[in-house]
């Protein structure tokens, strides 16, 4: 799932609908997914690539990485 795959609200809404009811066993994504969802029956999430955004020119990386793991947990 990524702006490209859910570029209008009915196919986001479509996807998350999907994974909630079970019709889907896993969701693959950028950092879209991460935001504000809570999927009880989830037991296992990867985060590939954490440290990536650690690198970027911006004095607010560390805090935005953190931030962004913190939703993922």
């Not at 989830?42 to 911006?58: E, I, P, Q, R, W």
């Given at each position: 799932?990524?702006?490209?795959?859910?570029?209008?609200?009915?196919?986001?809404?479509r996807?998350?609908?999907?994974?909630?009811?079970?019709?889907?066993?896993?969701?693959?994504?950028?950092?879209?997914?991460?935001?504000?969802?809570?999927?009880?029956?989830?037991?296992?999430?990867?985060?590939?690539?954490?440290?990536?955004?650690?690198?970027?020119?911006?004095?607010?990386?560390?805090?935005?990485?953190f931030?962004?793991?913190?939703?993922?947990?």
């Amino acid at each position: 799932m990524d702006t490209d795959t859910a570029s209008s609200k009915l196919s986001y809404d479509r996807m998350l609908g999907a994974f909630r009811a079970h019709e889907a066993d896993v969701l693959l994504g950028t950092q879209m997914v991460t935001k504000g969802h809570d999927f009880p029956k989830v037991t296992l999430v990867g985060v590939l690539l954490a440290d990536t955004s650690l690198y970027v020119n911006d004095f607010r990386s560390s805090e935005r990485t953190f931030s962004l793991l913190a939703q993922v947990i």
